[in-house]
């Protein structure tokens, strides 16, 4: 059984920081892609971050980039999104997803196996 589970969301002040973790189970990811998505009401689930198999290349939706740090430990089989000066309209639930192939793709039809998510509110 494999299972992706989201920690470290919560409610916080525009500005402040969060870092999210993703602790996979039930098998080993270190040769596939690893991505951060999130959804807020009424939207559809949209690609915030990436990472390669091996942690070499990243990648960042524009509205993350700059602000938020995508990493893994394979060892630890977690995946990591450390997010600074965090504003309103980061204010989602955030899932971990892990990709068929080595690399990133900002596509959800592109992973197999999603966490149930962790809620992260940002107010004003």
């Known amino acids: 059984q494999v299972q992706l589970v989201e920690s470290g969301g919560g409610l916080v002040q525009a500005g402040d920081s969060l870092r999210l973790s993703c602790a996979a189970s039930g098998g080993t990811f270190s040769t596939q892609a690893m991505g951060w998505f999130r959804q807020a009401p009424g939207k559809e689930r949209e690609f915030v971050a990436g990472?390669?198999?091996?942690?070499?290349?990243?990648h960042y939706a524009d509205s993350a980039k700059g602000r938020f740090t995508i990493s893994r430990d394979n060892a630890k089989n977690t995946l990591y999104l450390q997010m600074n000066n965090l504003k309103p309209e980061d204010t989602a639930v955030y899932f971990c997803?892990?990709?068929?192939?080595?690399?990133?793709?900002?596509?959800?039809?592109?992973?197999?196996?999603w966490g149930q998510g962790t809620q992260v509110t940002v107010s004003s």
């Open positions: 990472i390669s198999w091996s942690g070499d290349d990243t």
């Open positions: 997803a892990v990709a068929r192939r080595m690399w990133i793709d900002t596509t959800t039809r592109a992973y197999d196996y």
